[in-house]
């Protein structure tokens, strides 16, 4: 039997709309924006305090989004709490609520992962990412994207594949590559990419430039980082001081039109870093401001 016309283009608008459920899952709001991106910090940054701190730093260093990472601490007043997908709902309200007093919005959380095929743990995780409303979830689990993109497409969050550097005696180890990251999601839905992360490559003596060219299209996020030098296990320099081609980095995003997050991850200077990184988040601003 013939469709007809108009059942043939009711069933191409439908095919249309189930495309666009598929891959776009809710952007990241203007207000977030520093300059052309939606720039803030990972709050491993602050690891030397509270997650309540951790937001208020971010803040007072210009950045509008915070990456979670499992364990930290929640607040001064209740040290024993620990943020992670595993905390109760008032815990996870008072989150929320300083979130707001401090206008800085959670976009992300990770690295995080479950025990291998663990369906009940990862949908923890993603019930987590709903609740607090996050663009994404940043993990190393390439074992599990079977389950994992099961789940990106029934909760409508993107996830992020993070790398760390090269572990030359650990052959197993390979999410360091961008090219076997790309190889893992290419053919999955296009809300699973990765967590870029500049210093780790670098580190490995890759040049960030050419993987955020290699991944384009795939990026969810980035945990920008700058090094005094590329090849080298060596602390951060100020975003923008280095040579890790910050500039040609966000000139590439902004010509890939990047719309995902951008974390500054700034392993230096631990106890007094909020002077550096707003030297990073002006550096994305000022950046945004001459190239607009």
């Known amino acids: 039997m013939n469709i007809s016309s108009c059942s043939k283009a009711k069933f191409a608008i439908l095919l249309l709309c189930n495309a666009a459920a598929t891959v776009f899952a809710a952007p990241i709001p203007d207000d977030c924006k520093v300059g052309d991106f939606f720039a803030g910090c990972q709050a491993y940054t602050f690891n030397r305090f509270t997650a309540f701190e951790a937001i208020e730093k971010t803040s007072q260093a210009g950045g509008k989004v915070i990456e979670f990472y499992p364990g930290q601490k929640l607040s001064a007043d209740q040290p024993d709490i620990k943020l992670d997908h595993k ?27 479950a025990k291998s095929g663990d369906e009940a743990e990862w949908r923890q995780i993603f019930e987590f ?16 994207l079977d389950l994992i993109e099961k789940l990106v497409k ?15 005696g650990n052959p197993d180890y390979k999410v360091w590559d961008p090219k076997y990251v790309l190889s893992v999601v290419k053919n999955r839905d296009p809300r699973i990419g990765a967590c870029a992360d500049t210093g780790h490559w670098a580190t490995s003596g890759l040049q960030p430039l050419d993987c955020i060219k290699l991944l384009h299209g795939r990026i969810i996020g980035l945990h920008l980082k700058d090094r005094p030098e590329i090849g080298k296990e ?7 001081t280095g040579a890790s ?48």
Request: hydrophobic share 40%.
């Open 234 to 240: 060596i602390p951060d320099t100020i975003l923008g």
């Open 87 to 113: 905390m109760s709902d008032n815990a996870l309200q008072k989150l929320k609520d300083e979130l707001a007093k401090n206008h800085v919005r959670a976009v992300s959380y990770g690295v995080v992962g």
């Open 129 to 144: 990412a709903k609740k607090l409303g996050l663009y994404s979830i940043t993990t190393e689990s390439v074992q599990d």
């Open 154 to 168: 029934e909760y409508d969050i993107r996830l992020g594949i993070h790398e760390h550097r090269h572990q030359a």
């Open 245 to 292: 081609n910050i500039a040609g980095i966000l000139a590439e995003l902004k010509r890939q039109k990047f719309q995902g997050f951008i974390a500054l991850e700034y392993e230096n200077n631990w106890d007094h870093s909020v002077p550096d990184v707003a030297q990073g988040i002006g550096f994305i601003r000022g950046w945004s401001a001459k190239n607009h």
